[in-house]
């Protein structure tokens, strides 16, 4: 049985290249997968079934594709963040051959993308890229969390019922680990002195330690807010 003819991309007279979401065009799964294994190495199989789960629910994945070759060029994943209204978080950004502009065309169009789904404020967190973002407009800012409870309360309207238990879920589970480390600390002082720590491995010369990312964020122009 001969197979159905592959999904048309849609047309940009201006590039050669299109950004479209990966979960209409899963054909570029397989290549998307090994470009983010080039850069984050994991296991081939948890990569495809991380990015078997976007769609356009969020989070999306938008994969760069070359028109005339139908080649993936670039992959990134876009995600919501909770309770910051108009907001997303940007990763995995991976162009392939960089230094020949597929960056910088990847987050123009990524940008473009936002901005139909209503979406005004861009996130993102780089490691040793914080010059290329800044040509692009992005400023550093302070972390933000994908999750409910992480780096910092992003939330300033009034907090339903489910939020206040989850909450004081939180809140009970740190007293009970506070008592606990307590009572681990008693029960020392009455048997007395644990033995000393093994040394540390020895680092070899010129080991550097990890640095922490930095977080930026750029605010996207509305289109009422554009003049004529």
């Known amino acids: ?11 940009d007279p201006e590039n050669p290249c299109v950004l479209v979401p990966l979960h209409q065009y899963p054909e570029f799964t397989l290549a998307c997968a090994t470009l983010l294994n080039m850069e984050w190495p994991r296991s081939q199989q948890a990569r495809l079934n991380s ?17 005339n070759s139908r080649q993936a060029l670039g992959f990134c994943k876009v995600s919501l963040i909770p309770n910051l209204k108009d907001a997303c978080f940007v990763e995995s950004v991976h162009p392939q051959n960089r230094g020949e502009g597929l960056g910088s065309l990847l987050m123009k169009k990524l ?11 861009v996130y993102l967190s780089t490691l040793g890229q914080e ?3 800044k040509k692009l407009g992005y400023n550093e800012c302070e972390p933000v969390s994908l999750y ?6 992003i939330s300033s309207g009034p907090k339903d019922s489910k939020t206040k238990n989850m909450e004081t879920e939180t809140c009970r589970t740190m007293i009970d ?11 020392c002082l009455l048997t007395g002195p644990p033995p000393p720590p093994p040394p540390l491995p ?6 550097n330690v990890m640095s922490v990312k930095t977080y930026m964020k750029k605010e996207l122009a509305k289109p009422w807010d554009s003049k004529d």
């Open 111 to 121: 940008e473009e993308y936002v901005i139909s789904r209503n979406l005004h404020i």
């Open 51 to 67: 990015l078997s789960s976007c769609s356009d629910n969020f989070p999306v994945g938008m994969v760069l594709v070359q028109s």
């Open 177 to 187: 680990r506070k008592i606990a480390e307590v009572n681990k600390e008693m029960k």
């Open 202 to 207: 020895k680092q070899p010369i010129g080991h």
């Open 1 to 11: 049985m001969p197979q159905p003819p592959p999904k048309l991309l849609p047309p």
């Open 148 to 153: 409910s409870f992480g780096l910092r309360s």
């Open 131 to 133: 010059k290329f973002y």
